[in-house]
Every structure is written in structure tokens, then in C-alpha cells.
């Protein structure tokens, strides 16, 4: 059954205002597709279908529901049963949730909560931006050193429940400082009495509080793990992070690149959800920076003003040339760095490689850069007018033009991170226009060498 | 401790030939990091380290092996012990491992394997490549209806030892059709003599076995997944996707994104790995493409050649406009597909959206085109001799080009995805070369009507 069937059967019953259906009709639903149908709704419905949910699948409905629902719904409620849900919602969620709403309700929302979830939601809310900590929950099951198999299962029986993970369980000692973890796996097949510190995994690979998402990211994909503590600067264990929260900032890392990439600053909302005036904002320093220095690639033709007239017709002819050495400089030098750039986010290369990576493109751009300037020379000296001068300028150009925006297309990028820089900057943007520079002034100096 | 420091200490006991001391360091490593250190070394020390370790971690070490180094291992180890750890292998990461094994070892060390590992290797190997069945697992647990929970307990116990994940338990009715999911958690909580159907999760989200493996991955992602069933035509279960394989599946996919936007036929294999000759075969195609695309655009400045020698030095001012007005084109033009393509990639975005998205860019551009536009005209109306008629053909120029440029950058990739083309090839090369042609006949037609 597609979401459109499934939207108009329940659009039906609550036209019908049969509630005990629809119940029956959600019972039969995902969290995730029950948000989605929410968000079709008008105020007054929301509500009404939201109260039908069953408890302990509010929380869970909520938490995939968009900022904007969320508020909404929230207002709507009241602060009492906004708080409720709140509550039942693991902390990062709720974190989460609260960084998106006004202060102003923020504030209110909290004033009800209870003092240890007050204090928890604050600790939160203090961790920088994108780090390990703001990301990590604490619904996790730990235990010290020295508690038995049997203890370990009972305390699981009894608590588990509202942890988000109990497949993997964390030892600490004394000083809470996080020494192992234990499969769950394991702890099914272990006798009642052993101690949970003799079968526990002592190859902790954990990350800190301020670590980046986009290092932890690296590290789970690294190690292939469902999941990774995080341990604050002295050691100690105070969260873990999932691998569907890492996918999440996996798919975030790699939009934020293909931004970057295209010459913008990345915006953190969903592409309908930012305003006019905020896609303006992202997009018009690059653009200005870039015209500036195409102004300056502008001033190389002016240079050589006398000559173009000198040359008359011939001039026109290498002007005609200048989309395709521009466009083919650029296509040749994005290439490169687009592969560069994706080698090292994905740790296939390092700077040390720089050397093998060069080597590499310049062989390519040897190849290529023969392949299409042999091209271009007999297609101007078989039908065109212009003789072989010209097509041995153009292909000259076109030879030494690709090999520039190969070799600089993959070395910037692998430059830049040497100096702390983002790789993703160092792309198709710059790139061109680097080369486009320095293909007009190899074109024209060339042809003012060969043509007078 | 890092990489190089426990690099130098295992060298230092590999140099000594200390084996009980060495395998007692090697014991303190995760498995990915043996992997790594393995790399490091030469053939004869390769099997000398690998030989040293626990039998139950040997097979683990070497599925994280690269191709290269399990090639040399296995045609130094023998077939015999070869096929040991082929079978002490989950079967994807084995089938992994054959696919990129030369068919005559493939068949050797499949003869040594018993009857029934054969059949399943040689039915993974039948799946369509990137599909669901090519990269799933068959090491899952599954219970038929009427199983109770006590009797399940037992099973796990019994066999969870060597399944991939024992988190998620599957339900099958009496023909193998996938009829619910069990969490272990829930399972751990309920009493012993419960029936598995009354305590399992009835709305299972699954994919097939030839779905492919980006629609699985946004499906796991979409629903906050740890792992998804995979079914074969009539329903039946046949294995399961973890999270960390789908992990993967997400970043090559991204990788296959950025190939395609920088023009190239994506590759398989890491940066590296590609031989000089691949890069070329993945590249030349579409630069040979794009080249030709952008000698059209240069006869556009051919069908102008007249007017371009009659405006003499007015002429050489609006050719040093061109790699400004076609830069800026080109990089209006790539913000807007980036972002449609993405949005699209991440399913923030519909075909139906297609309006909303081109009034946004269209307001966009507005206002970006006005602002650098009327930046130029002053620039080239103050700073230079050419007069405020050039200087208004240039900026209007611009602002039809952004505004073009966006529009088309836009709707590109909505409508390939529409006519079912992968929409990451509407990307920055293919808009620049449309924009640029657009672009320089606007400029010129329109100084043609302003200079005469």
C-alpha cells in the first residue's frame, strides 16, 4: 500500500470522526509514516489524531515530526502535555527539539520538566555545535567492574527497556572511567557467575565530547560499528552515539561538501525550508569574489587589445576558441579535484601522497590533453580557414591549459588541508577560474609569438 | 597510542621473532587496526603475523584486508587453509571476496568447500550487482509462528553465536514469508512461555533482493533502521542489510554523485587503485562531449565577426566581459542544480515540486542578478573609457544570464529524474556549457541593437 492510499483511507476515517478505527488504522503504521501523514493536516486534525496515539508511540511520532509541525502541535497542546511528551522522548531528541523552538518556550517547556532532566537538557545544549556531545544520548546501560553475568541480566530485564541500545553494555571502574564493553551476544552465552569484566572486549575505539560529528562519523565507518561511547576529557563515560544518528550526519557532512563544492556556504535547513533571502545570503559573497576575479581573467584580453585588432580576423578566431579552452580547463581541472577532494574525506589519500597523486593526474592530462588537442588542430586546419598557425596555437594552448588544471586541480585541494583548510573550497569555483586565467594568457602570448 | 607508534612496536617483535610476546601485542588490537598493519608488511612476514592470530579472529582481520593484500595472502597460504577462513567468513563478506579473485582461483577454492557454502556463494554471485541480494546476509535468526519466547532464548543461545545480528529476530509463516519482527529487548522482557506472534512488531518495512542498493539505503535511513529484512518476489525471507554495510552503500553512493557532477564515469575502485588508463577511459568521453558542445558555442563569435572587427576597441571590451559573464553563468547555474540535485538525492525534494523549486530560483537570481549587475555597470561606466552603452549591455547581459542560468540549473536534474535519468548529470559541466552559449549570444545580439 503506497503513502497516497494509505493518506485517503485515513483522510476517511477522520472525515467519518469514527475514533476507535482510526486507532485501529494508525495501530497499523510506522512512527516515521504516521509524521509524515500528520504533516498533511490542518491544525484542529493534528491534535485530534495525535491524542489517539497510544502512549509509549507519541514520543516516537514526535520526534519525526519537522521543526514546524513540532512547534505547532506544541503550541497547540498546551504546555502541560507538551511536557509529557517531552519527557518521554530520549534526551538528544529532546535536545534536539528544544534548540529548534524560541527561547521564550523553551524556557517555559523547561520549568516543568524535572530538575535532573532540567540538567541534563542544559548540559546538552552547552556542547559546541556538531560535536560528539550534542549528538550523543545517554540512554545506554553501564556497569562497574565486578558485577556478575546474572546481575548484568537482571539490571538489563528491569531497565532495559527505555535505553536506547542494550546490544552493547559499558564497564566502567571506579572513577567511571569507561575499560570495556560487553556484546550482548556475549552476555546470553556466559555463565550466571562470571564476572561481566572477564568477557568484556578491553579494545575500546570510543571518541570525546568536543570531537567532531564528522570524525566520529570516520571512526564508525572505520571499524564498522553499530555504535560508539563517547568519554569526556578525563576518560569517563557519558554517552554513546548510534549508527542512525551517524548515518544522519554522514548524509549532513557530505551535503554540507557538495555545497562547498559549488561555491556556497552550507545552510543547515532542508532546501523548500530556507527563505529567499537566506539562499541569497549563502550564495552572494561567492558569486561576488569569483566576478572579481573573472574581472581580472578580463583584464588579460584588454592587455592584448592592440594585437586582436592587429590580427583582424585571426583574432576573432582565437576569440571563437576561448568558450572551449575555458569550458575544457575547467571540466579537466573539477576532475581532478573533485576526486581529490573525495579521496581525502573518505581517508583514501593522505598529504603525504600529494607526490603519487600528482603523478597520477599529470600521466592522465598527458593522454588526454594529446588526445583532444589533436583533435582540435585537424578540425581548424581541415574546415577552417584560419591555417595551421592558428590550429598550432589553439592545440598548444589546449595541451598545456589541461595539464595546468589537472596538476592544479589536484594538488589545491590536498594543499589545503595541509594548512587546515576544507578541501571541499579548493573546487570546480576556483579551479576554473585559475585556469581560465592562465589559459587566455598562454593562448594570446602564444599566438603573439607565432602569428606577430 | 597511535598508528605509527604500535607500527614500530609490533616491527621491533616481528624483528625479534618473539611469537608468544607478538601475538600477546597483536591480541591488544582491534581488527581493523591488524588489518592496517598487515598492509605494512612483505609476504613472508604477512603470513607469519597472520598465522599468530586466534583462529576466531583471523577470518574477521582478513574481510578487512583490501583485494590486493588477499590475493598475496591467499596464494601464499594454500588453498587448504584459504578456504578455512573463507568458511569461517559471513557469506557476503566471502562473496565479496570472490567477486574480486580471478575465476581460476575462485574455482579451486570452491571445490574445497563443503556442498551447501558452494550453493550459496554461487547464488549471491547471481545477484544483479549493487542490488539488495549482492550485499545482504544470511546469518540472521529466524522462528517460525508459535515459536515461544523460551523456546527462541534456547535458539539464540544455541546458534547466536555465529549470526550477524541476533538484535532483530524475524517471524515466517509456514512458507517462508517474512510475517513480523522481534526485538531481543522485547524478547529479554516478556515471559517465557509467550508466543513469538504475540509479542512481534507486525509493520515490517523490507526491500527485495533486486531492489537497488541506493533505494534500500534511503528506506534504512528513512526509517532510523539498525538493519532491514531483504525478501525475494513471493515474500520470502532470504536475509538482512546491517547498518554498517549500509553505511557503505551511502558514501559510495555520494562518491558516484560527486564523479558524476565533475563529469566523470564513476569508478569502483579508490583514487589509487585506478590505473592511469582507467582515469582516461572515465574521463575523455565526456570532456570529448563537452569540448564539442563548446565549439558550438564558439561559432556564436564567429557569426559575429563583422560586427566584432566594425566595433574595433568597443569589440575587444565586450570579448574582456566574456569569461566574467560565462564564470558567473557557469557558477549561478551550478549552485542551483547542486542544490536540486541534492535535495533530490535526499528526497527533500519531488517531481512535483518542480514549481516551487523555479519560483525560488527565480527570486533568487532576481536578486542576485540586479546586485552584481549593477556592481559592473558602475564599474565599467566609472572605471573605464567604453561608456555607459557597453556598460548597460554587459549588466543586462548578466542579469538575463543569471537569471537563465538558474532557471535551467533548477529544472535540469527534476526533469531527467522525471524521464528516469540519474539527475546528478545535469550538473555544473552540462549547465555551464548551455549557460555559455546563452549568454555570448545575448551579449552580442544585444550589443548588435545598442552599437549597430
Known amino acids: 500500500m503506497d503513502f497516497n492510499t494509505i493518506e485517503k483511507r485515513l483522510n476517511a476515517l477522520v472525515e467519518s470522526g469514527k475514533k476507535g478505527e482510526l486507532r485501529g488504522a494508525l495501530s497499523m503504521l510506522n512512527e516515521v509514516d504516521i509524521a509524515e501523514y500528520l504533516a498533511t493536516l490542518d491544525n484542529e486534525r493534528v491534535i485530534m489524531v495525535f491524542r489517539l496515539l497510544p502512549k509509549d508511540i507519541s514520543a516516537d511520532v514526535f520526534s519525526y515530526m519537522d521543526t514546524d509541525q513540532r512547534t505547532r502541535l506544541i503550541d497547540a497542546l498546551g504546555d502541560q502535555e507538551a511536557m509529557r511528551i517531552i519527557d518521554d522522548m530520549f534526551v538528544d531528541d529532546a535536545v534536539d527539539l528544544l534548540e529548534e523552538l524560541p527561547a521564550g518556550v523553551v524556557r517555559r517547556l523547561l520549568k516543568g520538566a524535572d530538575e535532573e532532566k532540567r540538567r541534563l537538557i542544559n548540559q546538552f545544549l552547552c556542547y559546541p555545535e556538531n560535536s560528539a556531545g550534542s549528538i550523543m544520548t545517554i540512554e545506554y546501560m553501564e556497569f562497574h567492574r565486578g558485577v556478575t553475568v546474572g546481575e548484568a541480566m537482571a539490571e538489563i530485564r528491569r531497565t532495559g527497556v527505555d535505553k536506547e541500545t542494550i546490544y552493547t553494555l559499558?564497564?566502567?571502574?571506579?572513577?567511571?572511567?569507561?575499560?570495556?564493553?560487553?556484546?550482548?551476544?556475549?552476555?546470553?552465552?556466559?555463565?550466571d557467575e562470571q564476572k561481566i569484566d572477564e568477557i568484556m572486549n578491553e579494545q575500546v575505539v570510543s571518541v570525546t565530547t568536543v570531537d567532531d560529528q564528522e570524525m566520529v562519523a570516520d571512526t564508525v565507518r572505520h571499524y564498522d560499528l553499530m555504535s560508539i561511547p563517547v568519554v569526556d576529557k578525563e576518560g569517563r563515560l557519558v554517552g554513546i552515539i548510534t549508527a542512525d544518528d551517524i548515518m544522519d550526519v554522514i548524509e549532513d557532512e557530505n551535503t554540507e561538501d557538495f555545497e562547498k563544492m559549488a561555491a556556497m556556504t552550507p545552510s543547515e535547513d532542508e532546501y523548500l525550508k530556507n527563505s529567499v533571502l537566506t539562499l541569497v545570503k549563502n550564495r552572494f559573497p561567492w558569486l561576488l569574489i569569483l566576478m572579481v576575479s573573472a574581472m581580472f581573467t578580463g583584464l588579460i584580453i584588454t592587455h592584448f587589445e592592440k594585437s586582436l585588432l592587429d590580427w583582424g580576423t585571426l583574432g576573432v578566431a582565437l576569440t571563437s576558441c576561448m568558450p572551449m579552452l575555458m569550458d575544457t580547463g575547467g571540466n579537466c581541472g573539477s576532475q581532478a579535484s573533485t576526486l581529490a577532494i573525495r579521496a581525502l574525506a573518505l581517508g583514501e589519500i593522505e598529504l603525504s601522497d600529494i607526490g603519487k597523486v600528482l603523478w597520477k593526474e599529470v600521466r592522465v592530462a598527458a593522454i588526454v590533453g594529446v588526445a583532444l588537442a589533436t583533435i582540435n588542430f585537424f578540425r581548424l586546419w581541415l574546415f577552417t580557414s584560419y591555417g595551421?598557425?592558428?590550429?598550432?596555437?589553439?592545440?598548444?594552448?589546449?595541451c598545456v591549459t589541461i595539464l595546468l588544471a589537472k596538476s592544479i586541480g589536484c594538488t589545491l585541494p590536498i594543499l589545503a588541508k595541509s594548512i587546515k583548510l576544507d578541501p571541499a573550497l579548493m573546487a570546480?569555483?576556483?579551479?576554473?577560474?585559475?585556469?581560465?586565467?592562465a589559459s587566455l594568457l598562454i593562448l594570446f602570448s602564444l599566438a603573439r609569438v607565432v602569428l606577430g
Open 170 to 191: 559499558y564497564v566502567i571502574d571506579e572513577y567511571r572511567k569507561l575499560i570495556g564493553t560487553v556484546q550482548l551476544r556475549k552476555l546470553l552465552l556466559a555463565r
Open 428 to 437: 570546480s569555483p576556483i579551479i576554473t577560474t585559475v585556469v581560465d586565467a
Open 388 to 398: 595551421p598557425a592558428v590550429a598550432a596555437v589553439v592545440s598548444v594552448t589546449m
